[in-house]
């Protein structure tokens, strides 16, 4: 890249404390054109992008930093990887944008195909869109048609994106408040098994109960939508077992299983799907995030008979959008999903992650506000003690005094007391010990006894 011809491989170098004279500018910039509410600025946040390749990003301060996000999970084989950059120059070259469902793109067709052999049924059906949020929102509406039966049962801690029919389901009251009377009423929540205490004969007999009742309004039960991993929730695995159980509670009552794959599934978590490697069996998957390395593409993937309850379109889709099927972010998931198919992305990941979760359990050890680090592949959480007499937990603060020694981390949890770390593959020997004994301090110095005011 010009001017840093090695990042993607770097350590921290922060020239000017985070964020610098240039983004306190940007954030000026951007408050006099954004709306207030989408971006979070304070004197501590954000910091503006300038360039990221690998897993470094820089900032326009100069200031490099090493990515433990991923740009929300986006870039499992780095920033600006090798691969996706080949692509859409490639496709450049040949068609921009086309008529998703008139006159549709190649590569559309070719994504597709490359979807359909990664999945676990002898046939399946797609539906392309842009973002996480609409493969959601696809799913949902196949199983309203597959089954006729509106109601769906997700799970307390649940994140399915913010669209309408998406937010229904994801279960936080910040998203959810401002928005109840649009909401649809006929979801029901459990407890995701472990969160708050839950026990998972709990978790199941709340879910047969539903299954059984129907949801709080009365309609009956269609879909049952779950993330094998929690992810923003906090990083929570679910007890061997759980998976298995829900499947088949969910097939006796005649509805479906939909398995948010947006943030687990395509190499994350050390396979092609994490429902997998958690004995779900779904119906229908969402998939998202690293399927474009950077473009926006999503999928919802069912076996072939349910997807065909949708009606054979006549001229006008009853679903759909512009930038379906893009060609550029098509070129993208073409290739990655058939390095995905060679198996050596799912290796390289689970070996990493491995690596990882070691590194941060020694270096962890002997800070007593950490309470748990748990993981697979490449999707970590540090679960850290709770803060009783405040409105947010720890993750926060850890995050933005984790900036400032050149890590990139976000919060999670329903109180913001789990490090979610979802870093891109490629981080070197150097960067792993780096980012281990970094986050460590980072925890330490917030944590401290005589700062916690708990």
Request: aromatic share 4%; hydrophobic share 45%; net charge negative.
């Amino acid at each position: 890249m010009e001017g840093d011809a090695r990042l993607g491989s770097l350590l921290p170098s922060i020239r000017v404390p985070p964020p610098g004279p240039a983004s306190r500018a940007m954030a000026e910039r951007l408050a006099r054109v954004e709306s207030r509410n989408v971006t979070y600025v304070s004197d501590e946040w954000p910091v503006f992008w300038d360039a990221a390749e690998g897993t470094n990003v820089r900032d326009v301060d100069a200031n490099v930093y090493i990515d433990l996000t991923s740009a929300f999970g986006v870039a499992l084989l780095g920033h600006s990887s090798a691969l996706a950059r080949a692509a859409i120059m490639r496709q450049a070259r040949l068609l921009i944008h086309g008529m998703g469902d008139i006159h549709p793109p190649a590569a559309k067709v070719a994504t597709m195909e490359r979807l359909g052999a990664l999945m676990p049924w002898a046939q399946s059906r797609c539906v392309l869109s842009s973002t996480g949020s609409e493969a959601v929102e696809t799913a949902l509406k196949t199983a309203h048609l597959a089954t006729g039966r509106p109601g769906v049962l997700a799970f307390e801690g649940g994140y399915h994106g913010l669209t309408a029919g998406s937010l229904s389901v994801t279960e936080r009251a910040h998203f959810r408040a401002p928005f109840t009377r649009r909401t649809y009423a006929g979801v029901g929540f459990v407890p995701f098994p472990g969160r708050n205490g839950t026990a998972v004969d709990e978790s199941l007999q709340l879910a047969k109960d539903f299954l059984r009742s129907g949801a709080p309004n009365g309609d009956p039960i269609g879909a049952v939508i779950v993330e094998p991993v929690q992810a923003r929730g906090g990083v929570r695995i679910p007890p061997v077992g759980f998976m298995a159980e829900l499947g088949e509670l969910t097939r006796e009552a005649g509805a479906l299983l939909v398995a948010d794959e947006i943030m687990t599934g395509l190499g994350r978590c050390g396979g092609v799907l994490a429902s997998h490697r958690v004995g779900l069996v779904p119906d229908i998957v969402c998939l998202g995030k690293a399927l474009g390395g950077g473009m926006p593409i999503s999928a919802c993937v069912g076996r072939a008979d349910v997807m065909d309850a949708w009606p054979m379109s006549g001229g006008e889709a009853i679903h759909t959008s512009t930038f379906l099927g893009h060609p550029l972010a098509c070129a993208v998931a073409v290739d990655f999903l058939d390095l995905l198919a060679s198996g050596g992305v799912c290796d390289e990941v689970e070996a990493e992650g491995t690596r990882l979760l070691e590194i941060f359990s020694d270096d962890t050890a002997a800070i007593d506000g950490v309470r748990a680090i748990r993981g697979m592949g490449l999707l970590i959480g540090i679960e850290l003690e709770h803060r009783t007499h405040e409105r947010s937990g720890w993750g926060a603060e850890i995050a933005r005094e984790a900036l400032r020694q050149g890590l990139i981390t976000l919060p999670a949890g329903d109180e913001g007391n789990v490090l979610e770390l979802t870093p891109p593959l490629g981080l070197t020997n150097e960067q792993m010990a780096f980012t281990g004994r970094t986050l460590a301090g980072a925890i330490t110095r917030v944590m401290e006894p005589a700062g916690r005011g708990a």
